[in-house]
């Protein structure tokens, strides 16, 4: 029983698993990345750093990078301005009607902000905006109120899908702070605004930030309502800069060198924001059996209830409604009238052979990348909780990694690997995994880790101690119980995966449409119809996806969100 | 049924020794509780034996097999053991019964034969009846015996308890270890119990392991350790106790100043620093004004001052200055108190309560 034998059988068939599934992951990220960074500083021969001397000297590329910092820095702002307050009503006061808000704010979160853009264009066009219409036909004058084709309206746009970041960061954090905290400080004599100020606002102040720094990221990653927004009022971003120099003749090398600052500015966001949660730690403490007395808000419960819903009516009421009267109409500017309903954008859209094919491509991607996801995410975060290799750490780390790279950037790095020997994928579905892949492992490796570190190491040992294998345990104990955890991990990579648009955009062909890459190319059709439709079916799957993951987690999506990483980080088209 | 060999036991966790050259020798049938405070490599030591580490040097060995070496380690399901971890670790997805059968499964026993030994041991940890429920519909003693249950009904060489009381509440606790050496009187398996608490280890085990920085420092029955406690360490981690540091002044007494102590041995060194043990209750106290009765022969008569005095209920707790010293001795003596604060008392300690110990300090 002696020598080398026991351990080999210790090691043995376990082990080839685990290592294979750390080099896929190696392979998915640091092949793309090498190749960005090569790219964008290759030259005929040798190296060189021409490209990025052109990025910053070329002047509409500087206007492309300032229009992305100011965005990006006043939609953060006013996702704090929104999702603070928020945040604070329904976590510490006697708000009516609290978990309909939270539930709202849970609507606003899943969906795809270009969807929200599309649905402003139409509730905020200068010419045929319903909300400009009924401007002008109550006040009879000729320009209109809003018009949302411009900074402002973008940041606008941006804001009312991103201030969920804020609000979860906030809501959490004030969900641990225990009341006794803030009784400490009455009992020696202060009033509540003094209690609010002194002890409170310290305490979120690093969740505050962070969820500043979290919406800042989102809206510098953000492709999809700058290019139906921006473009149209004649001003680029980052983003929707680098997928102009996509269009024929493809300028690969300035695009990789375009990508590789927002790629940096990115991480050292993250870094800053992680550094921040770090030193959140006393802010939990005492968070446990920790009592919550409401706060009353007296004569304001009825104004502070009718703001929230003021946000709510823009991030959701007002889009969906107009989704769905465009939806049924012959034209959608024109009243809701039975002249007016139709049901031919249904089957224009569900008949057409254009469509179909994206609706197959995309479910058929969904369901593929969140199997192999949730499997992948599931294997990594067993690895690292359990310690299983050496370099576990490092494979966590590269898991978490892809959270910092914008879908246009990921777009560009995976143009530039796949497009050559070894792997020629451009042009097949395959590239398009291999994208939704990489994007998602974050939020899935995040959400497996949650669910491992749920399952205590012990109910294993229990299994080994008694004469059971590793797989063994592995398949009638740890799986057993991990299962809801990684059905809900499917869930969030399938979410994600359907309304993906920034990273498609560069890397579909003709071929392999999805359904966000329709509805952009709708768009320029002008057939608005259509894209409600299809906005509706991608929203109806989303939100049965979500029902789905809330009864088996036994919670809502945004409670189970965790202070470290932006598991929905992602989420942004 | 084979005993555990422990040899030149070392694990290392980076820079850091939890356990370094640990002997030890556990005999066939044998209850050995390794008692230390956290961090002295108890429960490392119990998962090395488990086969769930793997040692940097030493040796494990399981009668004639050798489990563990830096070469090679059986892995943990092919050592004939069980385990009862202080989480419990029961699956809850599984019920008390699947829970209990899990090790026969693995052993293909019949599935007759299964039933009944899930039965009878069900009966044992008197837990019949609960077979179809799931442990989270058991009390924190319930889970308990069912750990118990199905660690002992697949029959292993070796068990092994890591803290297994340490969730219970108070008087649950009591009445497990009762059950646990009951259990163990009953089957009489090889048996390593880890825990932190000394009371535990001195009611369940035969002989007591006390584990400081990796190492066995004493090893014994729990009125060996007690009684004769062979260093500072032991004597201070079981039961109270006075350590009074001094330096030998003849081979069987120990000076301090103008305090001298006669002790139990007569082989000291003299001139070598030497720490005496006292305990508390084996102190006697009177008060000076009383002539009170003549001190017991050979014993230490030192005069003093009571500093403070507690009353427990069942006894006081007094501090003791003594005169022309530095030393201040904790005394236990009995209810009603018979001396009060600031009263001057004489104290006699008999040489046989005083135990030398090396003195360095650690």
């Given amino acids: 029983m002696s020598g080398l034998i026991p351990?080999?059988?210790?090691?043995?068939?376990?082990?080839?698993?685990?290592?294979?599934?750390?080099?896929?992951?190696?392979?998915?990220?640091?092949?793309?990345?090498?190749?960005?960074g090569y790219m964008s500083v290759s030259a005929e021969r040798g190296v060189t750093l021409a490209h990025y001397a052109r990025v910053f000297a070329d002047p509409q590329l500087q206007k492309a990078l300032w229009n992305t910092v100011v965005l990006a820095f006043w939609s953060g702002l006013l996702s704090v301005a929104i999702g603070a307050p928020m945040a604070w009503l329904s976590a510490r006061t006697d708000l009516p009607c609290s978990r309909v808000i939270r539930s709202l704010i849970m609507a606003s979160f899943v969906t795809p902000p270009f969807l929200g853009a599309f649905a402003w264009v139409m509730l905020a066009?200068?010419?045929?905006?319903?909300?400009?219409?009924?401007?002008?036909?109550?006040?009879?004058?000729?320009?209109?109120?809003?018009?949302?084709?411009?900074?402002?309206?973008?940041?606008?746009?941006?804001?009312?899908?991103?201030?969920?970041?804020?609000?979860?960061?906030?809501?959490?954090?004030?969900?641990?702070?225990?009341?006794?905290?803030?009784?400490?400080?009455s009992i020696l004599g202060a009033n509540r605004f003094r209690v609010a100020l002194t002890i409170t606002l310290p305490m979120v102040a690093p969740a505050i930030l962070s969820g500043f720094i979290l919406s800042v990221l989102q809206a510098l990653a953000l492709f999809g309502s700058p290019a139906i927004l921006a473009l149209p009022a004649g001003f680029h971003t980052i983003t929707t800069q680098i997928w102009a120099l996509f269009h024929y003749p493809p300028k690969v090398e300035t695009a990789a060198a375009f990508s590789v600052p927002l790629l940096l500015a990115t991480a050292l966001l993250l870094l800053v924001q992680k550094r921040l949660l770090g030193r959140r730690g006393?802010?939990?403490?005492?968070?446990?059996?920790?009592?919550?007395?409401?706060?009353?808000?007296?004569?304001?419960?009825?104004?502070?209830?009718?703001?929230?819903?003021?946000?709510?009516g823009c991030a959701v009421f007002l889009p969906y409604g107009i989704l769905a009267k465009a939806a049924f109409s012959r034209a959608w500017a024109q009243p809701l009238t039975w002249e007016n309903f139709t049901l031919a954008n249904w089957s224009f859209t569900f008949l057409s052979s254009s469509t179909q094919g994206a609706i197959v491509n995309t479910l058929e991607l969904g369901v593929l990348t969140a199997c192999a996801g949730a499997?992948?995410?599931?294997?990594?975060?067993?690895?690292?909780?359990?310690?299983?290799?050496?370099?576990?750490?490092?494979?966590?780390?590269?898991?978490?990694?892809?959270?910092?790279?914008?879908?246009?950037?990921?777009?560009?790095?995976?143009?530039?690997?796949?497009?050559?020997?070894?792997?020629?994928?451009?042009?097949?579905?395959?590239?398009?995994?291999?994208?939704?892949?990489?994007?998602?492992m974050p939020v899935g490796y995040s959400q497996s880790d949650a669910t491992f570190r749920g399952i205590h190491s012990e109910l294993e040992e229990a299994g080994r101690i008694l004469g059971a294998g590793r797989l063994r345990v592995l398949r009638e104990i740890t799986a057993p119980l991990a299962k809801s955890g990684i059905i809900a991990t499917w869930c969030f990579i399938f979410i994600g995966v359907i309304r993906e648009l920034s990273a498609s955009i560069i890397l579909f062909t003709p071929n392999t449409k999805v359904m966000s890459v329709v509805i952009f190319d709708l768009k320029e059709e002008g057939q608005f119809g259509a894209i409600a439709v299809l906005g509706i079916f991608m929203l109806a799957m989303t939100f049965a996806v979500v029902a789905l993951m809330q009864t088996l987690l036994g919670r809502d999506v945004l409670g189970q969100r965790s202070s470290g990483t932006p598991a929905g980080a992602s989420a942004a088209g | 049924m084979p005993g555990v060999t422990i040899r030149g036991l070392t694990k290392r966790y980076g820079d850091v020794a939890a356990v370094q050259g640990l002997e030890l020798r556990v005999e066939p049938g044998e209850l050995v509780a390794l008692l230390g405070p956290s961090g002295c490599g108890k429960t490392t030591t119990l998962?090395?034996?488990?086969?769930?580490?793997?040692?940097?040097?030493?040796?494990?060995?399981?009668?004639?097999?050798?489990?563990?070496?830096?070469?090679?380690?059986?892995?943990?399901?092919?050592?004939?053991?069980?385990m009862i971890f202080q989480s419990y670790a029961l699956w809850p997805h599984m019920t008390v019964d699947q829970n209990v059968a899990y090790g026969l499964r693995l052993a293909r026993t019949p599935r007759g034969e299964r039933d009944r030994r899930v039965a009878e041991m069900l009966k044992a940890v008197q837990l019949d009846g609960y077979g179809s429920?799931?442990?989270?519909?058991?009390?924190?003693?319930?889970?308990?015996?069912?750990?118990?249950?199905?660690?002992?009904?697949?029959?292993?060489?070796?068990?092994?308890?890591?803290?297994?009381?340490?969730?219970?509440?108070?008087?649950?606790?009591?009445?497990?270890?009762?059950?646990?050496?009951?259990?163990h009187e009953l089957f009489a398996i090889t048996t390593l119990y880890v825990t932190h608490d000394q009371a535990e280890a001195m009611v369940i085990s035969d002989r007591v392991a006390v584990l400081q920085d990796?190492?066995?420092?004493?090893?014994?029955?729990a009125e060996e350790l007690f009684e004769r406690p062979r260093t500072r360490f032991v004597a201070e981690f079981i039961g109270k106790t006075n350590l009074i540091d001094g330096v030998a002044d003849g081979t069987g007494t120990v000076a301090r100043g103008r305090l001298r102590l006669r002790v139990a041995s007569t082989d000291l060194t003299p001139g070598a620093p030497v720490a005496v043990s006292i305990r508390p209750h084996q102190i006697e106290l009177a008060p000076r004004a009383l002539p009170g009765a003549p001190a017991a022969p050979g014993a230490t008569v030192?005069?003093?001052?009571?500093?403070?005095?507690?009353?427990?209920?069942?006894?006081?707790?007094?501090?003791?200055?003594?005169?022309e010293s530095d030393v201040v001795l904790r005394v236990a003596g009995p209810a009603p108190p018979r001396v009060r604060l600031g009263e001057s008392v004489s104290v006699s300690v008999a040489p046989g309560a005083c135990v030398p110990l090396p003195s360095e300090r650690r």
């Fill in chain 2, 302 to 323: 030192l005069a003093g001052t009571v500093v403070r005095a507690s009353y427990l209920g069942d006894g006081v707790d007094y501090q003791v200055r003594i005169e």
């Fill in chain 1, 375 to 440: 499997g992948l995410a599931a294997l990594l975060a067993y690895v690292t909780n359990r310690k299983l290799i050496v370099g576990h750490q490092l494979l966590a780390f590269l898991a978490l990694a892809p959270i910092v790279i914008p879908g246009t950037v990921l777009a560009v790095a995976l143009f530039i690997a796949y497009t050559r020997p070894p792997f020629l994928l451009y042009g097949t579905l395959w590239i398009l995994f291999i994208a939704y892949l990489t994007k998602e």
């Fill in chain 2, 133 to 183: 429920r799931y442990p989270g519909e058991l009390s924190g003693g319930q889970q308990q015996r069912v750990a118990v249950a199905r660690a002992l009904v697949v029959e292993p060489e070796i068990l092994l308890l890591d803290e297994p009381l340490s969730n219970l509440d108070a008087n649950l606790r009591e009445e497990m270890r009762f059950e646990i050496r009951r259990l």
């Fill in chain 2, 47 to 82: 998962r090395l034996v488990a086969g769930f580490l793997k040692p940097e040097a030493g040796e494990i060995w399981v009668g004639e097999r050798c489990l563990s070496s830096p070469a090679a380690v059986v892995p943990p399901e092919r050592r004939r053991m069980a």
């Fill in chain 2, 214 to 221: 990796g190492r066995v420092a004493q090893i014994g029955t």
């Fill in chain 1, 7 to 36: 351990r080999f059988h210790a090691m043995d068939r376990s082990a080839p698993v685990w290592v294979l599934a750390a080099a896929a992951l190696g392979l998915l990220i640091l092949l793309p990345l090498g190749w960005l």
């Fill in chain 1, 282 to 312: 006393y802010a939990s403490v005492g968070g446990k059996g920790a009592q919550r007395r409401a706060i009353p808000l007296g004569a304001w419960r009825y104004p502070a209830l009718l703001g929230c819903l003021a946000v709510l």
């Fill in chain 1, 125 to 185: 066009g200068p010419n045929a905006g319903y909300l400009n219409k009924l401007y002008r036909s109550l006040t009879g004058a000729d320009d209109p109120l809003l018009n949302i084709f411009t900074m402002p309206g973008l940041i606008f746009v941006v804001a009312i899908y991103t201030f969920p970041y804020v609000y979860i960061m906030i809501a959490n954090t004030l969900g641990l702070i225990a009341s006794d905290l803030e009784e400490a400080a």
